[in-house]
């Protein structure tokens, strides 16, 4: 005889516990868990999938050619654990990568936190006014919080990359197009010119 797991219906206006939110019943639609709340989040437009693509890419083509340094995700939940105000988190960056000594055995639950998060902002719901972008920022912050080192932020509008590291609450640097992203120690010798991920001809 089996039973059946009991799914929690989804309703916005309440918070959820981390077991709750693993317990949450399927309505088409995804959601991450930012502060014991849930924020639905839309389905990638054409430009934000292009950026993921080609990101993902380098990245996953640089980790073949370079064995041993760590493993890439694209849209996973990572449980980054609970604020000081005991609410759970489970944001689900674009990208997240951890390096090889973290990476855990495969498993139905959540990863930990990420060494590297990286949010690819949309136009509509992260860059259409300056409290979303806001908010955007903040979320970079929260990993760093949690224990990531580096966060990118990628603004396509201003075709421009935003770089947080740990302990740091302002950009250590924005990347424009004539620069080269760097994965720095977290990925050592990764590079890749930010115009080439905008699109944009050598």
Not at 60 to 82: C, E
Not at 114 to 131: F, G, K, M
Not at 158 to 183: K, N, R, S, T, W
Request: hydrophobic share 35%; aromatic share 8%.
């Amino acid at each position: 005889m089996t039973t059946e797991t009991k799914t929690i219906p989804v309703d916005l206006k309440r918070e959820y516990t981390l077991e709750e939110y693993t317990l949450l019943e399927d309505d088409d639609q995804n959601y991450e868990l930012l502060e014991g709340k849930l924020v639905m989040t839309p389905a990638p437009a054409d430009e934000h999938g292009r950026i993921c693509d080609e990101l993902l890419t380098e990245l996953k083509l640089f980790l073949r050619a370079n064995k041993g340094i760590g493993a890439v995700w694209s849209h996973t939940g990572f449980n980054i654990g609970k604020k000081s105000n005991g609410k759970d988190n489970v944001p689900e960056p674009d990208l997240g990568f951890i390096i090889q000594s973290r990476v855990p055995p495969v498993s139905s639950g959540y990863l930990p936190y990420p060494d590297l998060a990286i949010e690819v902002w949309s136009r509509t719901s992260d860059l259409a006014d300056p409290s979303r972008l806001k908010k955007a920022r903040e979320k970079l912050l929260m990993y760093l919080e949690a224990g990531t080192q580096i966060a990118w932020g990628i603004n396509p509008i201003a075709q421009e990359i935003e770089v947080y590291q740990q302990g740091q609450i302002q950009p250590i640097v924005i990347l424009g197009l004539g620069d080269e992203l760097d994965g720095g120690e977290i990925i050592p010798g990764f590079k890749m010119r930010v115009a080439a991920l905008f699109g944009q001809a050598s």
